[in-house]
Structure formats: structure tokens, C-alpha cells
């Protein structure tokens, strides 16, 4: 156990369905982060969170939706999603946004779109 | 933005051999983070690094950020090493961590 934990582990969802990724840290730290991971990729960063407001957002496209009501919880929002958007979703936190501050990831959720 | 290289892509080892992991960067960096990531998806982080030599038991890490380029030495290897071990720098005006395509390792008995 990291310490950050993500809910669900697994999730399979239709390109009409409505959903949200859930992430919880109990390390007191005050940034946290959404990555995708693709097969045969590196992880592409989606979200930056600091103090919960966002300082950072990747391109990406608005079928993401993050949400951070505090500094220890982050969700991510999903609705009519693509199959290539299949992935492996991970949060991660640190005790601020900076380069002196390690992360520590949760355990990912593994999405499916069909 | 900063490319990272990992050497090799993808290595086999019979359990007890040595290895070493390559990370190479493009730019300077203000730190450096090596993962493990293990079968089942969940990251570890094993270093924070920016420069010089750290060791945790079998695992040392050395970073030349000068040359720019940091070293994984894993000594002794054990079948729970295997997994994909990723560097991480951390660069640019916000320090923005960029993660490299990884070396996927498996040791076999």
C-alpha cells in the first residue's frame, strides 16, 4: 500500500456511458496528477493539481473531465469515450509540484472502452 | 521538450546476474526519479536522484546530470525484479516530469 489509492481497480464502459476514476491520498501531500499509460508508450501527463486548483492540463480532450474538491481526493470524470482512449489511468502525488518532491503513485485503474 | 532515452528496451537475466539500466536526457534537469512498475500496473518510485550515487540494498543509482545521463545498477537479481523500470527526469520551467519509454526486465530461475 503507496498510500495513494485508486478506485476502481478495472473498469469496462460503453462510448455512451458516463463514469468517474477515483483517486484518494493519505500522505498529506498537496499536488496531485492523472497519466495515461498506453500500451507501448510513455506516460503521457493529463493533470496537474496544486492546492486543488489545476496548473496543468496536457491537451487533452474534453471527454476528460478532472475534478479535485480537496487536496486529498481527485476524480476523472469520463463520458463518451473513444476505444483508444483504453488505458491504463494512474494518479500520483507529491508533497507540492516541484522538482524537489518524489511521487508515489496509486495502483492505476485499467480502462476499457468497447 | 526534454527526450528521454532508455537502454536496453528489454532484457532477460538468470536470477543472481547483474545488470545496469541506462537513462539519457536531453536537456538539463533538476531532478531525477527511477520507477519500478511490477507485473500488475502499481509504480514504485526507488530513487530521487539529481546527482551523485545512492544505494537501497541490491538496487544503486548514479546520476551525472553534467553528462546527462543516470545508471541503474541492480545487483543479485531476483525474479521479483522483473517489471519495467522507467526514468523519470524532472526539467523545464515548471519542473515537469517526463517519463521515458522504460526497460522491461524479466529473471528468470
Known amino acids: 500500500e503507496t498510500g495513494v489509492t485508486q478506485t476502481p481497480r478495472h473498469l469496462v464502459m460503453g462510448m455512451t456511458n458516463k463514469k468517474s476514476l477515483k483517486c484518494e491520498q493519505h500522505?498529506?501531500?498537496?499536488?496531485m496528477y492523472w497519466y495515461k499509460q498506453s500500451a507501448k508508450k510513455p506516460l503521457e501527463l493529463m493533470f496537474v493539481y496544486s492546492l486543488e486548483e489545476r496548473v496543468e492540463n496536457n491537451s487533452v480532450p474534453s471527454r476528460f473531465s478532472p475534478e479535485c474538491p480537496n487536496s486529498s481526493h481527485l476524480f476523472l470524470h469520463l463520458h463518451t469515450l473513444q476505444p483508444e482512449d483504453s488505458a491504463l489511468y494512474l494518479c500520483?502525488?507529491?508533497?507540492?509540484?516541484?522538482?524537489?518532491?518524489?511521487?508515489?503513485f496509486g495502483s492505476g485503474t485499467r480502462l476499457t472502452v468497447v | 521538450g526534454i527526450q528521454v532515452e532508455q537502454s536496453p528496451p528489454d532484457l532477460i537475466l538468470q536470477e543472481g546476474a547483474n545488470s545496469t539500466l541506462r537513462c539519457n536526457f536531453s536537456?538539463?534537469?533538476?531532478?531525477l526519479q527511477w520507477f519500478h512498475q511490477n507485473p500488475w500496473g502499481q509504480l514504485i518510485n526507488l530513487f530521487y536522484?539529481?546527482?551523485g550515487t545512492k544505494q537501497n540494498g541490491r538496487l544503486s543509482a548514479t546520476t551525472v546530470a553534467t553528462e546527462r545521463y543516470s545508471l541503474l545498477y541492480i545487483s543479485s537479481s531476483q525474479t521479483t525484479d522483473s517489471g519495467v523500470y522507467f526514468c523519470a527526469p524532472t526539467s523545464g520551467g515548471y519542473q515537469k516530469v517526463t517519463f521515458g519509454t522504460g526497460t522491461k526486465l524479466q529473471v528468470i530461475p
Open positions: 500520483a502525488s507529491s508533497q507540492a509540484p516541484g522538482y524537489n518532491y518524489g511521487y508515489t
Open positions: 536537456d538539463s534537469v533538476n531532478n
Open positions: 500522505l498529506g501531500h498537496n499536488a
Open positions: 536522484i539529481p546527482s
